[in-house]
Every structure is written in structure tokens, then in C-alpha cells.
């Protein structure tokens, strides 16, 4: 068998993305994004939401909108993905990493009050919903509004729930979404999208998504739009574009249909594993988006490495991957802010044990099944 980490939907009939506007010659950002933002904000009950061209770009702006500073620090898992640190470190700010809590993915609330109360350089906390698993942002909102910090969360893996966690009357937040090839819903390989809902940050960033300017395409040159517009700030390259949002609108109408479909295979996963001792299966509730299927392996019981784990299932035609190799394993920013592996004992843990499962709804039963007796032949030979 053969059977990639991902299979992207695609419709069989393309003309089901062509839309309208692409049909007519509009190509870039206009009517296909306002439909697709107004689809995103009827949803995830925010207000106002700007489709841009990468959930990077929407962190990035979001820090931009709140004109942080060199020398301003945000809070952030130590084990995510580059994005929720880089879009920092592009305005010279730096990160303060957390590790994650006992015997789970996210980061521990524990560690963060102590952290903003002994350095006053914290501004914001950018909290990640660690494949679909969402954090306690009651808690998250409420120590920020003690400390008047901006929460921006990374929902790149919880499009699907993140507004089970909305508290309407903290406007100093943002929450930034993927529509990247393997995401749960993607706008044609890259895409993103940022939700808030203050309508001051909102506007601010939809203009610096465009370079800053006062009138974009689609209101220049739509029917009798006026040529003429001024550039106000510095502003960047960041916009979706028509193709993709049209792209993004057909995958949309089958969100629910794709979560049920991965809820199914969960539950195969959990049900086919649950007796294989050298495997402990992660904890999926209903609020879960279904993003990520992460199992860890009891390491005590293998003789093997996980990485080898990872080799023997690949030879089996498996895809398999990693979420994520930690910030502080980066030698970038390792490098940068002097991190050091002891400071995270949990992250490092997982990062040693964990192996992400195929999960998406082209995968077959058959497949998943295949998936599951190769890890059980694997534990039969190398558990010891
Ligand atoms: C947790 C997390 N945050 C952010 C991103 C960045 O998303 P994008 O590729 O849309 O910029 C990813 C992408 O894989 C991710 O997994």
C-alpha cells in the first residue's frame, strides 16, 4: 500500500471553482475573498475577518497592527510550528517559551503569571490549539486582562471550533487560521485568515495586508471604480487571492462532512490500538477540531527509537510526520535567545515519542486498518 501523510480534496469537476469573477478575468483579491470572509465570520462568530495569503501573515500583521517594538516579548509554546515564533521575530520582538503542561500538547497556564509578573517586556500571549486540542482561553483572556496583554491565537489546526473559546468583550485579541495545502479546509495550497473582533484592528490590517493603501484592486477598477489612492504606513504583500477563495468556498461547504469523516477514523485509530501496550493514544474529546492524530510511544517498551518507528512504517508505504521538532531544537533560535534543552523537560519528552497518524477523509477504512496491524506487527517484533 501506499498511503501519503495527506490526500487533498479536490473537485473531480473544476468548473466548481471556477467561478463567476475568475470566469470574467478577476484573478486576485475581490468578490470570491468578501465571500469567503463573510462565510468565515458567520461561523466563528467574529465580526470582522481578513482573508490573507498565510496564517504566518496573519500573526505577523496582527503584531504589526499593535505596532509592538524590538525589545517586546510575546508568550509561546515551546513545541508549535516556526510560525507562532517567527511572526514575532520579524518586528524584533522575542519569544518567552513555555513548555507544555503535565501529560499533554499545550502549554502550561501554570508557568505564564509568574512569567508576565517578573518581566514587564511581555506584551502579548500567542497560545496554540495544538492539533485541534483548544487551550483554556477563559483562563488565557483573563490573566491578559489583568496584565493588559494582547492574546493572538494560533487556530491554524481549529478552524472548525475555535468559537467554543470566544469571549466577545476582550477586544484586545485576534485569532489567526491556516488554509495551507494540509489543512483541514485549504484555499488551494496556501491561505489564511485572521478573526477579531474589534473592528479598529480589523481595518488597520486588512489595509496592511496591501501594502498600506487606501483602495485596493477590486475597488479601483470594479465597475467605474476610481483609479486614484494614497499609501499611508508601511504596509505589506499579504492578501488572498480570488482563486484560492474560490477554492476555499468548495471545500468550505463540506467542513462538517470532513470533521464526521475524521471523527470516524479516530475513533478506528482508539479502538484498533488501544490494546498495543508500547503506545499511549491521545486524548480526543468532542470540542476537538480533529486535526491531528498524535500518538506518543512508550519508549520504556520499544527497543526501537521513534524515528525508527517512523522508517519501518515508511517502508510499509505509510506517510507519517513529526508536530514538531521544538523551538528551542531550532538552531536558529537556539542560537538567537541562548535556549537551552533542560528548560523544557515536557516538550522534549514528546518530541522524542510522538509520530502523527494519517487522518483526512480520503483515507480509507481499509487503510487505516492496514495503518494499524503494521503497528501492532511492529510492537509484536521490537517491544521488549
Ligand atoms: C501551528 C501552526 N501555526 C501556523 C502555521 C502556519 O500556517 P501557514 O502555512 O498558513 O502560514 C502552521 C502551518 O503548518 C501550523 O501548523
Redesign the pocket.
Do not use: V
Given at each position: 500500500m501506499n498511503i501519503p501523510f495527506h490526500r487533498p480534496n479536490i473537485p473531480k469537476n473544476l468548473d466548481k471553482i471556477n467561478t463567476d469573477s475568475i470566469k470574467s478575468g478577476w484573478l486576485t483579491t475581490g468578490s470570491q475573498v468578501l465571500k469567503f470572509e463573510k462565510k468565515l465570520s458567520n461561523y466563528l462568530l467574529y465580526k470582522h475577518v481578513v482573508a490573507l495569503s498565510?496564517?504566518?501573515?496573519g500573526?505577523h500583521l496582527a503584531l504589526v497592527a499593535k505596532e509592538f517594538n524590538k525589545g517586546d516579548k510575546f508568550l509561546a509554546p515551546a513545541l508549535?510550528?516556526v510560525?507562532?515564533i517567527e511572526c514575532g521575530e520579524y518586528l524584533g520582538m522575542s519569544p518567552v517559551l513555555i513548555d507544555c503542561k503535565k501529560d499533554g500538547f499545550l502549554i502550561d497556564l501554570n508557568f505564564i503569571e509568574d512569567k508576565i509578573k517578573r518581566d514587564t517586556n511581555i506584551k502579548a500571549i500567542i497560545p496554540?490549539h495544538?492539533g485541534g486540542e483548544l487551550n483554556d482561553m477563559e483562563n488565557i483572556i483573563s490573566i491578559a486582562e489583568k496584565y493588559g496583554l494582547f492574546v493572538l491565537e494560533?487556530a491554524?489546526?481549529a478552524v472548525e471550533n475555535s468559537f467554543n473559546n470566544k469571549k466577545e468583550e476582550y477586544l484586545n485579541h485576534a485569532v489567526?487560521f491556516?488554509?495551507?495545502a494540509?489543512?483541514n479546509i485549504t484555499s488551494a495550497g496556501?491561505?489564511?485568515a485572521l478573526a477579531t473582533s474589534n473592528k479598529k484592528l480589523a481595518q488597520k490590517i486588512k489595509k496592511l495586508s496591501l501594502h498600506g493603501i487606501t483602495k485596493d484592486g477590486w475597488n479601483r477598477y470594479k465597475k467605474f471604480g476610481k483609479w486614484e489612492y494614497d499609501i499611508t504606513e508601511l504596509g505589506f504583500k499579504y492578501n488572498m487571492t480570488d482563486v484560492s477563495a474560490s477554492f476555499a468556498l468548495w471545500q468550505w461547504q463540506f467542513l462538517k462532512k470532513w470533521q464526521s469523516s475524521r471523527k470516524d477514523i479516530v475513533k478506528r485509530y482508539s479502538k484498533g490500538l488501544k490494546d498495543v501496550e508500547g503506545i499511549i493514544l491521545p486524548n480526543i474529546d468532542q470540542k476537538h477540531a480533529m486535526h491531528l492524530y498524535v500518538i506518543r510511544l512508550n519508549l520504556e517498551l520499544w527497543q526501537i527509537s521513534r524515528n525508527d518507528f517512523i522508517d519501518k512504517l515508511n517502508k510499509k508505504g505509510i506517510g507519517l510526520a513529526v508536530?514538531?521538532k521544538p523551538i528551542h531544537h531550532l538552531s536558529f533560535y537556539k542560537k538567537m535567545y541562548k535556549l537551552k534543552n533542560d528548560d523544557y523537560p515536557r516538550a522534549n519528552e514528546l518530541f522524542n515519542s510522538i509520530v502523527s497518524l494519517p487522518i483526512y477523509p480520503l483515507l480509507t477504512d481499509k487503510e487505516v486498518d492496514y495503518i494499524i496491524d503494521c503497528i501492532k506487527e511492529l510492537f509484536v517484533k521490537y517491544s521488549i
Open positions: 498565510s496564517c504566518t501573515a500573526l508549535t510550528f510560525s507562532t496554540m495544538y494560533d491554524a489546526h489567526a491556516s488554509f495551507y494540509n489543512k496556501e491561505g489564511g508536530h514538531y
